[in-house]
């Protein structure tokens, strides 16, 4: 069975129904949905989602950990740690020589679920 999805946005309340019946509502506002989709800018990157994943599994990890397991330079991780951090989805401190990192906020691991369970073919 094929799900369609279509959202309806208002001031007050977004919508979501599935095969035109109304399956969930709830009430976000105007700000919250500022709020998540600012969230979402600032994971919206295949890299950005692969450290989350990583992280999700493994609390305070070094650069040179994420950039090993993700096989991509270490100054590219950086920056990618750099961005979530200065959003509020990373929070780091500092080892000896290294820094480490981990989910300050936690939520996103959902971003992650959600993703593994999208059939993906279909894009």
């Known amino acids: 069975m094929n799900n369609v999805f279509s959202w309806s946005v208002t001031e007050k309340r977004i919508l979501v129904h599935k095969n035109n019946l109304m399956e969930a509502q709830k009430d976000l506002k105007i700000p919250e949905l500022e709020k998540a989709a600012f969230i979402l800018k600032s994971i919206a990157h295949p890299s950005r989602l692969a450290i989350i994943n990583i992280l999700s599994q493994q609390e305070w990890l070094a650069v040179s950990e994420i950039s090993n397991e993700l096989e991509i330079e270490q100054s590219l991780t950086s920056h990618h740690l750099n961005i979530m951090k200065m959003k509020g989805v990373l929070e780091s401190k500092r080892e000896g020589k290294n820094i ?24």
């Open 100 to 123: 480490k990192y981990k989910l300050k906020l936690t939520e996103v691991k959902e971003v992650i679920s959600c993703i593994e369970h999208c059939d993906l073919s279909r894009f």
